[in-house]
């Protein structure tokens, strides 16, 4: 039976677009239960005419809608709201009072950082971006021009939270990118994610708490969590990405999950939408935290970005982790992590003790490179161009060792997974690969106490054509030899 809407409110005044306003009235009403699991929404022309559309707006917003998991659709049927989806009451949950900042525990890592690895320029590392020529002069400009200026304000201390200018700037960005729900004044300006991360874990996890990780999953989140004394308990990903009844199974009593929703890290699955509804609800019971790494969200190259999943939790349960240093260049050391507001105060004191303030004159070039559009600019140009660099290199993957891997364009992020055929190693291809002057990583050293999957992780963000092409080949041939088994 089809679902009457009539709450959908079109704004022409606003900057957001008319489809991501329909899409976002809709999204709201299946997510409170005002549309419930099963309904069929109206047909796009009908929807369109009452609200005095054009079909083509109320297409791209059910097309969100289906690929974020909102809904399904019947050939010769209609669109319907996904049968999968839990129940959920509408209204606000209860936001339950902040712990004070707890103690930081004493560093047990279990290794060191290998330096000469991560910043290792050779295909296929992970980590690594382009900017084109237009990205360079308009840094330059900008960056020029703050140093000419110099005003007061930069021979004294800031907000250690960033500046209002930048904070501003990213919460626009948000909002109309990724869906977060924020002001400027819930944004905290780190570093990068690990910065975001040990800030999260001095505020919310006292030594000896448990959280969930995803497993497989990425390591750094771990050895963070180990630095200060938490005790994690690796959560297996399936196709829906994290297993929520799993996590609850093995540690019912962690206080925080730490997911990477849009694209999981390292197998790329996106967070189903009943798995977010399904998170979410057991954060809420449980009075523990989601903490989003929406890494590489930017880079979604079959359809629009994935929302975010802090937009769903009407809660406010989740912490969200951003970074702008896959988006532009890692040399900028400059992210971000949007707090519910409840928290603000014990979060905005550890950011003092740990770092004053991030980089003033920084700050003032990137608000400005945001506020310009150049940011949106460079991420479309860019997206274009890995999307190009994605397909070479699967494209000689599959010509050159297609007996010997499986290769599948990710939609969405700057490594793909190639997952090897039955019988050979990925950490003695990691090993023969490097001494060919290729860089790989192993997929077996991301599972913790689990049976791995023997694959490999290339990087294709950081590489121009002709290198990609190359690093290649030489990949290919290191695969054909003998003595790779497992």
């Given amino acids: ?51 005095g559309l054009s079909r083509t707006v109320v297409v791209a917003a059910y097309e969100q809608l289906l690929a974020e998991g909102y809904t399904t659709g019947r050939i010769g049927s209609g669109t319907y709201v ?20 707890a103690g930081y525990g004493a560093p047990r890592l279990v290794g060191k950082v290998d330096v000469t690895l991560q910043s290792d320029d050779r295909p296929f590392n992970l980590g690594r971006t382009l900017i084109d020529q237009r990205t360079a002069d308009q840094w330059r400009r900008l960056s020029a021009r703050a140093l000419r200026a110099m005003p007061k304000s930069h021979l004294g201390y800031g907000d250690p939270r960033g500046s209002a200018e930048l904070r501003g700037a990213i919460a626009g960005y948000l909002a109309g990118a990724r869906g977060v729900r924020c002001n400027a004044e819930q944004i905290i300006v780190t570093s990068g994610t690990q910065h975001a991360l040990d800030l999260v874990v001095r505020v919310l996890l006292p030594a000896g708490s448990e959280a969930w990780v995803e497993n497989p999953g990425y390591p750094l989140t771990r050895e963070v969590l180990t630095a200060g004394g938490v005790a994690t308990w690796p959560v297996r990903v ?40 399904e998170l979410i609800a057991w954060a809420s019971a449980s009075d523990a935290w989601i903490v989003e790494d929406d890494y590489a969200s930017e880079f979604r190259y079959g359809g629009r970005p994935i929302a975010a999943l802090q937009g769903l939790d009407t809660a406010q349960r989740t912490l969200y982790v951003g970074t702008l240093n896959k988006a532009l260049f890692p040399g900028l050391r400059a992210g971000y992590l949007v707090v519910p507001e409840r928290l603000l105060p014990a979060f905005v004191t550890a950011r003092y003790l740990m770092d004053r303030q991030p980089p003033a004159l920084q700050q003032e070039v990137l608000a400005e490179f945001i506020a310009q559009g150049h940011l949106s600019s460079h991420i479309r140009r860019m997206r274009t161009l890995y999307r190009d660099q994605r397909d070479r290199l699967v494209a ?6 297609g007996d010997r891997l499986d290769v599948e364009p990710p939609d969405q992020g700057m490594h ?30 991301l599972y913790v106490k689990a049976r791995p999957r023997q694959g490999l992780l290339l990087g294709f963000s950081g590489y121009p054509a002709a290198a990609i092409a190359g690093a290649a080949g030489r990949l290919a041939a290191v695969l054909q030899r003998p003595r790779l088994l497992s």
């Fill in 82 to 101: 996904a049968p999968d989806l839990p129940e959920r009451p509408g209204g606000r949950a209860r936001v339950a009072k902040a712990r004070r900042t």
């Fill in 238 to 277: 399936d196709a829906q990405g994290i297993d929520v009844a799993a996590g609850i199974a093995a540690a019912p009593r962690a206080r925080a999950a730490f997911t990477t929703p849009s694209h999981q890290f390292p197998t790329g699955v996106v967070l189903s939408m009943a798995r977010r509804l």
């Fill in 1 to 51: 039976m089809e679902q009457t809407i009539s709450d959908i409110a079109i704004d022409r005044r606003t900057p957001t677009p008319l489809f991501r306003q329909v899409y976002t009235a809709l999204s709201a009403s299946i997510v409170d239960g005002r549309l419930p699991a099963g309904a069929r929404l109206p047909a796009s022309r009908t929807l369109a005419e009452r609200l």
């Fill in 396 to 401: 000689t993957l599959r010509r050159r060792a």
């Fill in 416 to 445: 793909l997974v190639a997952y090897l055929r039955p019988g050979l190693s990925d950490t003695a291809v990691e090993r023969a690969a490097l001494a060919d002057g290729v860089v790989v990583r192993a997929l077996s050293r």
